[in-house]
Nanobody
């Protein structure tokens, strides 16, 4: 059974940093794209950052230069380093793995940025 477990969320002041982790049970050879999404209350879920199998990263314009997506293949873990956080970054953050057998989502982790 596929499991994705996110951690690292919390409450932080504006300008602070957090690192989200997504530990999963999927072989890295099965993953096409790994990504982070977020959803704020009343908003649709939006893509924050994505990392292809080849290592190419893409970011939403709102987080470019502040967030970094990365992975540790040996640990089967996806990361999102978030720096210079803003109140607008407040949301539930989800990891998503796109594989040959389907898409898998984590349960979400809350990030709250106070002004």
């Amino acid at each position: 059974q596929v499991q994705l477990v996110e951690s690292g969320g919390g409450l932080v002041q504006a300008g602070g940093s957090l690192r989200l982790s997504c530990a999963h049970s999927i072989s890295r050879f099965s993953i096409d794209t790994a990504a982070w999404y977020r959803q704020a209350p009343g908003n649709q879920r939006e893509l924050v950052a994505a990392l292809s199998r080849a290592g190419t990263a893409v970011y939403a314009d709102s987080v470019k230069g502040r967030f970094t997506i990365s992975r540790d293949a040996a640990l089967n873990t996806l990361y999102l380093q978030m720096n210079s956080l803003k109140p607008d970054d407040t949301a539930v953050y989800y990891c998503k793995l796109q594989t040959w057998s389907g898409d898998y989502w984590g349960q979400g982790t809350q990030v709250t940025v106070s002004s």
